[in-house]
Each structure stands twice: as C-alpha cells, then as structure tokens.
C-alpha cells in the first residue's frame, strides 16, 4: 500500500524560484496515495500557473482569501478542516515571517491559523535571508510552536550564490513528510539515552583529496529521528552528509574517524544505548600531504595505516552501553554478522548485503535487515523504506532490552 494512502494533504506554495518543484512534488505525493490540494500566494503565481496544479491534482487550485464562490460556504475553513496536514513548499522568509506573527490577510496564513492539523515548512530562500537574525528567530518561534521543518538544504541557489537556503527536493520532501506522518507515537524508549554514529568519514590525502566510501547517512538519521519519536534522548553523530536530522536530535558532525571516535567518547558515558551504523574507513594514510600531489609518476602508492575500531572501543569500556552494531556484507552475511557479534562482544548487530547490482543499498531509500544476537538470536526485517526499517530495528531493540 502507498505509504500516504487516503491522507489529504494542503500543499501551499509561497512566492520563490523554487515553486517549479512544487509542481513535481504534488505529483509525488499523489503517487504514494495522496489527496492533494492546492493553495498558492500571489507571489507564487508569479512563477507557475495555477493550471499546472489543477491538471496535476484534479482539484481546483485555491488563491484568494475573499473568493465570493468559495466564501459563501466559509471555504477557508472547510479547507483547514479538510486537511490531514499543510505542507509549505516553498515556504519564503516572507511567508515563515507571517505565519509566525500570525497573519491571516491572504490564504495560506489564514488557513495556517484557522486548522490544528500539522504543519511542515520547506524553506527555500537565499543564503543571507537563511541566515539573518529576524528569519532565525521567526524559525524558531515556529519550531516552538510544534512547526516542522524540512531542510533547507546546501547547494548552489539561482541568485547565483552558493550556501544553505536551497529548498530539498520534491523527493526528499516526499520521504520527510511520509517520516513525519507515519512516526511511531509510541514512548516505548523514554527515559533511554541513545547515541548513534551514522554516514561515511573522510580520511584526507592531501588538502584536496580524501579516502571515503558510499555510505549517504540515511539508514543513521532514519534511526535517530524514529528513536527520538519513541521518546529517547538521542544525539547524532555525523559524518559528512547532506541530511537533516529532526529537531529533537542533537547532532554533532565530523570529518574523520578519529574526529568520530573522540565525539563518541566524549558523549558515550551519558548514554544507555549506542547503534553504531556510521561507515567508517577502516584504514588513513599513514602520512597526511601538506601540499596537493602532483600528477607525475603511472603509479601511485599510499602507505595506509588502520583507524580505530569505534564499536568495539565503545565495546570494550568496563561501563560500555548496550551495544548494536551494523555489518555491511557482500557475501556470507550471517557468517561475517556473528563473527563481528562475537568478536566485539556486542549485544545485537544488525547486517545488510550490500552487494546486490539489482538491490543497492548505499544511497537507496530502502533497505532490509538480517538482526542477530548472542545464543543464535535471529530476527529478519523485510525490505522497506528506511524509516519503516529503522522502526522494526528499534522494536527489536526494545525488546532485547527489556530481555537484559
């Protein structure tokens, strides 16, 4: 089943260069099984007609607070009471500005006003006015009131400026709201403490190249934001992703593994549970360049040299959390699961084939999962999206602890 069946979704669209995604994303939405419906500023129809929305939706696309047709029947209110949820995109430094000093003399911020039904902002906007003193403190005068931010993301802007403000893509904003709508409501972990790694790290050659690997972050932040839901205290630590973590996690973002392994320790003693999903570099150069090396020679040899083991330092401490590991296979997966389980004396671990042409992971917004523990403990998670994924995962986890 479409993971937004039968959910009526108001998508409002605020004045920005970034309202030609909305077009693309109301299609998303109504592609995992959404109602949509359409209200528009007049600064947005500056930039994308109306018609667009009405043939992707089939529903009329609503622009005027005092429309005579629709105000007969107080539709401004039917609207609000229609509503599952509202999702702005994009939502100007404008429009944030509005909502939070509670306008209500166009549509959308009435509208805004007038529903209790949840509500998701995507900022989209230039680097400066992210940033400004008067757009932060409106975003977090929101962010108080229970608003929900998707992104902004960092990239390149069409003013030409490079930096944060950006608008996430329409399928990004797609999987942040399906994450939002279907979050477990549950406190099955309150009062835990969880610290969890996620991402690759970057082990530098020179001062332009580094070592890395695939890993986007994704499988990390879909469990910490799902823990966070189920009421745990949880801090993030990063590698160098380009996601964005619920506002209820703290985050703490690194570059190397040495820069995760000192996060870590000096985070894990506060905390009852550690998930240790980040992929991290097994190996560094042995010697990092000062200067970029210069293409001369055919070959090229690095002397490399092997980075700490972050798990099984965690492991390893006399006052060590519960800990659950990942294993990234390409083949014998349960063999190399449970040796890993055994080897760094963790409490359960949970493994992935991340050798499949057909299936890849790194990277996928799906996944599944083969989950061990000790005394031949097995439990298998069908494959799905990685927040319903990092669900299941975390099910289990509560479960083994209330088992210890």
Known sequence: ????????????????????????????LIDEGASVKVVMTSGAQAFIQPLTFQALTGNPVHTDLLDPAAEAAMGHIELARWADCILIAPATANTLARIAHGMSDDLLSTLCLATDA???????????????????????TLAARGVQFFGPGTGFQACGETGSGRMLEPEEIRDALIHALNAPTNDALAGKRILITAGPTREAIDPVRYLSNHSSGKMGFAIADAAASMGATVTLVAGPVSLQASADVKRIDVTSADDMLSAVMGEVSDNDVFISVAAVA???????????????????QLSLVRNPDILKSVSSLPNRPFCLGFAAETENVEVHARGKLKNKHLDMIAANNVGQKDSPVFGSDTNALDV?????????????????????????????LKND
């Open 1 to 28: 089943m479409p993971a937004l069946t039968n959910k009526k979704i108001l998508l409002g669209i605020s004045g920005g260069i970034a309202a030609y995604k909305s077009a693309i994303l109301a299609r998303r």
């Open 118 to 140: 949840p509500l998701y902002v995507a900022p989209a906007m230039n680097r400066l006015m992210w940033n400004n003193p008067a757009t932060t403190a409106n975003c977090q």
């Open 282 to 300: 097994d190996y560094r150069l042995e010697q990092v360049m000062d200067q970029k090396i210069k293409k001369s020679a055919d070959t090229m």
């Open 372 to 400: 061990y523990w000790p005394e031949d403990g097995h439990s298998s998670i069908e494959s799905g999206s990685k927040q319903d994924v990092a669900k299941a995962l975390l099910e289990l986890l509560t479960k083994r």
